[in-house]
């Protein structure tokens, strides 16, 4: 399967425990997306990288929440003392760059998402 | 900033019937527009993308449109079947953030009855 990614599928934790979650891209695709949807709500965009580096991050990205993709390739979501508000799924995409490179250019392709329930 | 709707929330329509799903968008310096599928606890899939200097695209039984200048783009699905019951959702590029976020509305619930 040469699509993106993700684990765990879901997760159910405890108000206050730390929970990671990861993501392995496209190999080709250099530019990783995080996004996080609430029921009954489109995903909403959380934080991206090109290669190794994170270029944008969210305001909904607080600072109990980081994200990694070290050596450019998978990517890593963590999120300390959890909180029931972060119940959501957690999708990841990947795009490659420059756009012209599949020839779709500029699409995101998104992974199954991770569903956290916290407790 | 870039807001995304999309009316109706939810839909029921009965099999084999041609229907239309609607997405505005506020700000028309849109880069690209995808239109994707979602299944009950699942990822995204896309189904169509629309760049800006586009009017159409088209997929098998699937038409996506786009009007930048009226901030519209419409997805038509034909001859309608069951399996076609999912949320669907659009989603914009900004023109001036093109590596970036995609903005999305918040979906159409489809639901085709046999």
């Known amino acids: 399967d040469t699509g993106v990614s993700q684990n765990p599928r879901h997760k159910i934790t405890k108000r206050g425990q730390n929970v990671t979650f990861r993501c392995d891209p496209i190999?080709?695709?250099?530019?990783l997306y995080w996004y996080r949807q609430t029921l009954g709500q489109g995903p909403e965009f959380l934080t991206y990288?090109?290669?190794?580096?994170?270029?944008?991050k969210s305001r909904l990205l607080s600072d109990r929440f980081s994200a990694e993709r070290p050596k450019g390739s998978f990517s890593t979501l963590e999120i300390q003392r959890t909180e029931q508000g972060d119940s959501a799924m957690y999708l990841c995409?990947?795009?490659?760059?420059?756009?012209?490179?599949?020839?779709?250019?500029?699409?995101?392709?998104f992974g199954p998402g991770t569903r956290l329930t916290v407790l | 900033k870039q807001e995304v709707t999309q009316i109706p929330a939810a839909l029921s329509v009965p099999e084999g019937e041609n229907l239309v799903l609607n997405c505005s968008f506020t700000?028309?310096?849109?880069?690209?527009l995808q239109w994707f599928r979602q299944d009950p606890g699942k990822g995204l899939t896309s189904l169509l993308l629309?760049?800006?200097?586009?009017r159409e695209q088209t997929s098998g039984r699937l038409n996506a449109s786009l009007d930048k200048s009226s901030g519209r783009s419409t997805l038509y699905i034909a001859a309608s079947q069951p399996g076609d019951s999912a949320t669907y959702l659009c989603?914009?590029?900004?023109?001036?953030?093109?590596?970036?976020?995609?903005?999305f509305g918040q979906g159409t619930e489809l639901s085709v009855k046999p």
């Open positions: 995409a990947s795009r490659a760059n420059p756009p012209g490179g599949p020839k779709r250019g500029n699409e995101q392709f």
């Open positions: 190999s080709e695709h250099n530019r």
């Open positions: 990288f090109q290669n190794e580096a994170q270029l944008e």
């Open positions: 700000d028309s310096a849109i880069y690209n």
């Open positions: 629309i760049q800006s200097s586009q």
């Open positions: 989603a914009v590029l900004s023109f001036y953030n093109q590596g970036g976020k995609l903005i």
